[in-house]
Every structure is written in C-alpha cells, then in structure tokens.
C-alpha cells in the first residue's frame, strides 16, 4: 500500500503569508497526485489535480508542484477564506489520503 | 451543477447492517466512476470504495473487504453502499464522491451521512 505523509500538521499563518504544505508519498505515483480543501461541516473541494493542474474555479493564488515522491502545495497570498484542513491524495494505485494539514489563524 | 445526496445513515449496533445511498444529478451518472469515503470523528479521509461507470469494476479498501459491498443503479442515478457486520471503528461520516470521467481523482462530493455502530 501506498502510504502519504503531509507536513507540517498545523500551520499558523496570517493573511497576505506564503503558505506551502508538504506531502511525500511511500513509493513514486509520477504525478497522479491531487489535493483538497475542506472546511468544518463540508465535503471536501477538489483544488489542484494531477500535481499541478488547477481545477476549474479554484483561485490562481493555489498551485501544486513535484512529482515522483514529493509534493507541495502553495498559496501565494492566504486570505481569510482559505483557513481549513488540506489533504493530499494519491490516485496511483487505489486511493490514498495524507492526514491533513490544518492552516489556522496566527 | 453537480449535486450529490447522501443518505440512509444512522445508529446501528455493532454486528448490524446498514444501507447508505447517493443520488446523483446534473451530469451523466452512468459516464463515471463513485467513491465513498468515510471521515471519522476529528480524523482524516479514508477511501472505502469504488465503482466504475458500468459497474464492472468494483474495489475496496482492506478494512471493508467482505464486510461492504458497492453498487450502483444507473437507471436511478443512484449510488450504494450496503455495510454488514458492523464495527465501532466503522463510525464516521461517509461521503459518496464523482471520479471526474474516470480519472481517479474526486471533483465533486456530497455532504455526508453519519453512521454510529454503538450499543
């Protein structure tokens, strides 16, 4: 099985910072790779998919990069809509889910 | 717009059954695979299951092999997933999501229904 660890756990920032959220897989999954944002009492949103490609809708300030093994996620500019827990998730082989970063307030 | 519609969740005792169902709308269901994935209470995502479009090809996660079983209705737009032999560590929030076209990554979820296995 295919296991994915995301770093850090928690992530205090404050509007306006550069945010960036790790995710290493076990094995290489090339770039089937995507990552999610959910908020408190909502399904997950689907933000970035195949590593690096930006889903439909989803602000341009969000990107993903890497490949292989290794994966970030980045927000240029948070904004306050964007404090909520983000998974990544492999789709490789069979389907696989980091832990989860949750970005809150400094 | 994508609108998926979970339901059928609730208390069961452990050992129990339960039969939960996802309602699909605003695309062709039948041209995509589902998932369900389950989030326990303050924990993260779990993948479940998966099913393709036809219904021809079906997979689940170890913890719920032979346990959980997936289907779908294509004529109803509707998603299942029939759980027996539940256990406490069963409990969580199950979400029905949409592959986009078969590409193994979810563009579109559901709200959730809640199951609690508890005596």
């Known amino acids: 099985d295919i296991q994915m660890t995301q770093s850090p756990s928690t992530l205090s920032a404050s509007v306006g910072d550069r945010v960036t959220i790790t995710c290493r897989a076990s094995?290489?999954?090339?770039?089937?790779l995507a990552w999610y944002q959910q908020k408190p009492g909502k399904g997950p949103k689907l933000l970035i998919y195949?590593?690096?490609s930006l889903e439909s809708g989803v602000p341009s300030r969000f990107s993903g990069s890497g490949s292989g093994t290794e994966f970030t996620l980045t927000i240029s500019s948070l904004q306050p809509d964007d404090f909520a827990i983000y998974y990544c998730?492999?789709?490789?082989?069979?389907?696989?889910f980091g832990q989860g970063t949750k970005v809150e307030i400094k | 717009e994508v609108q998926l519609l979970e339901s059928g969740g609730g208390l069961v005792q452990p050992g129990g059954s339960l039969r939960l169902s996802c309602t699909a709308s605003?695309?062709?269901?039948?041209?995509?695979?589902m998932t369900w994935v389950r989030q326990a209470p303050g924990k993260g995502l779990e993948w479940v299951s998966t099913?393709?479009?036809?219904?021809?090809?079906?997979y689940y996660a170890d913890s719920v092999k032979g346990r959980f079983t997936i289907s779908r209705d294509n004529s109803k737009n509707t998603l299942y997933l029939q759980m027996n032999s539940l256990r406490a560590e069963d409990t969580a929030l199950y979400y029905c999501?949409?592959?986009?076209?078969?590409?193994?990554?979810?563009?579109?979820w559901g709200q959730g229904t809640l199951v609690s296995v508890s005596s």
């Open positions: 099913i393709s479009g036809s219904g021809g090809a079906i």
């Open positions: 195949k590593a690096s």
């Open positions: 094995q290489s999954i090339r770039n089937w």
């Open positions: 605003g695309y062709t269901f039948s041209s995509c695979a």
């Open positions: 998730q492999q789709y490789n082989s069979y389907w696989t």
């Open positions: 999501a949409k592959d986009f076209l078969n590409e193994a990554y979810f563009d579109s």
